[in-house]
Structures are given as C-alpha cells and as structure tokens.
C-alpha cells in the first residue's frame, strides 16, 4: 500500500511557541491531503483538506490563522500549529489521497504537548 | 441520523472465530466505503476498500456491500489477539462541502481473547 510519513513523530514545547509538523507520501503524488486531530478516546476530527498549490480549505470551527496549512508539492503538506497552547496539545494525524475513488493513506500522527 | 453508523460494540470474540463489523451509511449516493483498524494511540490503517456490490476478499478479511440496503460489513475469519482494536468504518463524500472527505462511523472496538 501506499505510505505516508510524518514529521516529528512526537514534539514538546512551551506554550506561546509556533511548531511545524511534515507530512509526505513517499511513493505516490497526492493532490490532496488532509489534517485531522484526535483526542484521547474520541473520534478523529477533520481540520482541514489541503491541495497542492492552493489554499487549504478549513472545517468549521478551526481557526486557520492559528493552524497554517501549506502543501508546496505533491508529496508534502505542512500543518504549522502557531502559538501553541496546552489545550493544543492532541494527536495530529495526515492523510493523503482524496477525490472520488481515490483510498486516503494515514501518515503514523504526530503526539503534541504544549506545557 | 448519524451519516455512518457503527453497531454498537465493544464486540469480544474468541481467537479462532469470526467477528463480524458492520455500519450503515444514510447518504444513498454514496460510492466509496473503507474499513480502517486503529490500534491505541496509534493512526489508522487502512484494511479494505469497497466500491461494488458483493463481496471483496482479502486474506483474512472480507468486506460486503449492499448499497440497496445501504450497508457495509466487515468479517474477519480466524481471529486473532492481534487484530484487537477500533474498526472505523469511512465513507467518501460525494457531494458540496463533503466532496471527497471521508466521513467515519463512531468505531467498533473488537477485543479477541485467547
């Protein structure tokens, strides 16, 4: 299948402290890939769907000048969490693929903590 | 009406049987159905895709579709403690604001115990 990695697996910081998280599919080109947020023991929560040389398209409710989105090429998207607080600490999970048919691949996540 | 509703769990089997997952989806245009297996704290991982009506195997695992009856099963054959875990069962959005995106099912959890 296809893979998708993320980077850093997991990060601490200080609140107030901006934090940039990669996501790349590295072996197939994703014109579309999408950021989700996972707390413990709840369902994952769609943040935002990103397209290759586009602006990202944000949910309901997610403030996109506090997560900024960016998807350069079509093998990386960054989700940069600016001014991080405690209650931005959560699971950050990307996915590619996306469209009609097409299968979304999850990227391993990245476990956030804001102290 | 939930878009994608799971049967309720926790489902417990014992090792050796057939679990048997299963959702029904409330958008009858709907085209594209996916089962995802997430392990604690861990991602999902994709396990199947379903786009026809039928039965699709893989190894272990088989999907079932009825888009008549708008439902998606998933059955595991000769379970094992290892496939311990949530099964979320996804379906593509079709249309408007939900294009593309995929729309999860609360999750089943499946314990297999020896």
Not at chain 1, 19 to 26: P, Y
Not at chain 2, 3 to 25: D, F, H, K, R
Request: hydrophobic fraction near 30%.
């Amino acid at each position: 299948g296809a893979v998708v990695s993320q980077h850093p697996s997991w990060v601490i910081c200080k609140s107030g402290t901006s934090v940039k998280i990669e996501c790349r599919s590295l072996d197939f080109q994703a014109t579309t890939m999408f950021w989700y947020r996972q707390f413990p023991k709840q369902s994952l929560m769609l943040m935002a769907t990103s397209n290759e040389g586009s602006k990202a398209t944000y949910e309901q409710g997610v403030e996109k000048d506090k997560f900024l989105i960016n998807h350069a090429s079509l093998t990386l998207s960054t989700l940069t969490v600016t001014s991080a607080h405690p209650e931005d600490s959560s699971f950050y999970i990307c996915s590619a693929g996306g469209g009609l048919f097409d299968t979304q691949y999850f990227g391993p996540g990245t476990r956030l903590t804001v102290l | 009406q939930k878009e994608v509703e799971q049967n309720s769990g926790p489902l417990s089997v014992p090792e050796g049987a057939i679990a048997s997952l299963n959702c029904t989806y409330s958008d009858r245009g709907s085209q594209s159905f996916f089962w995802y297996r997430q392990y604690s704290g861990k991602s999902p991982e994709l396990i199947m895709f379903i786009y026809s009506n039928g039965d699709k195997e893989d190894g272990r695992f088989t999907a079932q579709l009825n888009k008549a009856s708008q439902y998606v099963s998933l059955l595991i054959r000769d379970s094992q403690p290892s496939d311990s875990a949530t099964y979320l069962c996804a379906v593509i959005g079709e249309g408007g604001t939900s294009y593309g995106k995929l729309t999860f099912g609360q999750g089943t959890i499946l314990t297999v115990h020896p």
